[in-house]
């Protein structure tokens, strides 16, 4: 279904760097009585750390917090053209389902009236998070005995008590944001950012691809697909001057782990903003197509920390670094007039499904203890078994793409770990000049690779068949092709260049205008 759709006005933007400055006279600032024409802006955060000894997910089995590094965070933006609303949610968290994002939706247009459907919900996929998946509470309840074992006592499973401590706070911080809307004046901007990130997948000797083939590998030929290096920012300003909060957009895995509890490198790119921006700014963070992205340099030749607080560090310390930068070129450029829109579809894909032999066998090597078989052949039976359990209730998935309008900015949202080359071609079919593509939002599909991927060359951890990652090979194509489509149902508010100066009628600065002076 395709909501309703309105668009306003205009707002200013940056590309690499270069500016386009705009003057907004105070008055014109002040002067939007009409429908569509106002551009209210609110932010707020709230706390959704779990408790050392709650579950971590972000594994196939059990895991579990022992300590405590930084703070997990709901951050939500609202945004208010008079005419239309819509919410940008950030999570630090490994993923969010969709019964959990509908219960949330509900209850925000409950209680402030921002359509559900006008509410993206995206998870940073943080693996040093809460308990949120990847199996929820009550999933696998009418299955046999051995599925609920696998399912509840072997697998990363949801705290139904975590679940409702989220949706608790989400709600709160969207109504928070909402409350303090006040007039505002927005821009949005990319930055660049090539050394954080890396794709992990790469083509091997074998003619098979690998994914993680790790440092000095002889058999590496090339990476099997690319990175995204685009920092993408749209930020508000209060008429006076003040940011009041940026929504931050990059594709990269957050799984630095700098230790215990955390938002993974999330909390640096706050950090980093927060340090020049000040300690009240809210940073939303949306991760953009990361499926195969990841911090992990494979190529590199040095010995390196590519995991921990240094990693981190690095990472989410470039990453708010430029999208610092961005905000410094946009502070001026900023406009307060903004078209807030959003449309949304529904897809139907298909499930693959393992052969009849195949889930036999592994229901035989399931019930063998673990540590008397290989622990990869394991966890892949145990994910198998979970599939066909799966499979009988759910051999369709219903997948939201979404498309979220502030102003000449485009938030492409689909629920999916996506691999980065379907990001590229989204922004290169959108006719927003910022579109920024965000990957696990509003519910969570597992990987969807490219059809390269899953055909005869491919393979790699992403593509194995699993209870979490099971579309069909054309997925991420039809993916891709319904959020092109939403795209080109908005109409990007146009990015407006500043008005020519007046002819020249003064003469040249009297302090310069002089020849040589020797004695």
């Known amino acids: ?165 989220v949706e608790a706070a989400v709600v709160e911080a969207v109504c928070a944001a909402f409350a303090q809307r006040r007039e505002a004046r927005c821009a949005a901007g990319f930055g660049w950012e090539d050394k954080a990130a890396y794709n992990r997948r790469f083509h091997m000797r074998s003619g098979l691809t690998a994914t993680h083939p790790r440092q000095g590998n002889p058999d590496i030929v090339e990476p099997a697909g690319p990175i995204d290096p685009q920092v993408g920012v749209l930020a508000a300003w209060s008429l006076d001057g003040k940011l009041l909060g940026c929504v931050v957009n990059f594709a990269c895995h957050a799984t630095t782990g700098p230790g215990g509890i955390s938002a993974d490198y999330v909390h640096y790119v706050e950090k980093t903003i927060r340090g020049l921006m000040g300690d009240d700014v809210t940073v939303v963070f949306v991760p953009g197509m990361a499926g195969d992205v990841t911090q992990v340099d494979n190529r590199s030749p040095y010995q390196i920390r590519q995991f921990g607080e240094i990693s981190a560090r690095f990472v989410g310390g470039r990453v708010g670094a430029e999208a610092l930068k961005v905000l410094l070129a946009l502070e001026q450029s900023a ?74 900015a485009l938030f492409c949202a689909c629920p999916a770990e996506y691999f980065c080359q379907y990001g590229l071609e989204i922004k290169a079919g959108s006719k927003f000049p910022f579109t ?48 092109i489509s939403l795209s080109g149902s908005l109409k990007p508010g146009p990015v407006p260049m500043p008005d020519p100066i007046p002819p020249f009628k003064d003469r040249t600065w009297t302090y310069g205008d002089t020849p040589p002076e020797l004695d």
């Not at 919900?121 to 009550?138: D, E, R, V, Y």
């Not at 949304?344 to 008397?372: F, G």
Request: hydrophobic share 40%; charged share 25%; aromatic share 6%.
């Open 436 to 483: 920024f593509p965000v990957s696990l939002a509003n519910d969570c599909i597992g990987y969807v690779p490219t059809e390269e991927a899953l055909g005869p060359r491919g393979g790699g951890y992403e593509t194995r068949l699993t209870s979490y990652s099971n579309l069909e090979p054309t997925a991420g194509r039809q993916i891709a092709d319904a959020l």
């Open 1 to 165: 279904m395709i909501h309703g759709i309105r668009t306003t006005a205009r707002c200013i933007a940056v590309v690499f760097g270069t500016a386009f400055w705009a003057y907004i006279s105070p008055n014109d600032a002040l002067a939007q009585d009409a429908p569509g024409t106002k551009c209210l802006a609110g932010f707020a955060d709230r706390d959704v750390s779990p408790a050392v000894g709650d579950e971590q997910p972000g594994g196939y089995g059990k895991s579990f917090h022992r300590t405590f590094h930084d703070a997990c965070k709901v951050r939500a933006a609202v945004f208010d053209d008079g005419a239309n609303r819509a919410a940008i949610v950030g999570l630090d968290a490994l993923l969010i389902r969709g019964a959990t994002v509908a219960a949330i939706r509900r209850e925000i247009e409950a209680k402030c009236g921002i359509p559900a459907a006008n509410v993206l919900i995206a998870a940073s996929h943080s693996h040093s998070a809460g308990p949120t998946g990847m199996i929820l509470p009550g999933e696998y309840d009418n299955d046999d005995p051995l599925v609920q074992k696998l399912a509840y006592e072997m697998s990363s499973t949801a705290s139904a008590a975590y679940l409702k401590k």
């Open 335 to 408: 406009r307060a007039n903004i078209p807030v829109a959003v449309a949304a579809k529904t897809l139907h894909i298909k499930r693959r499904a393992p052969r009849p032999e195949r889930l036999a066998r592994c229901r035989e090597i399931v019930q063998k203890d673990p540590k008397s078989v290989d622990p990869t052949e394991w966890t892949f039976a145990k994910e198998i078994v979970l599939l066909a359990a799966r499979l009988k209730r759910e051999p369709v998935a219903d997948v939201e793409v979404q498309a979220v309008q502030i102003g000449p």
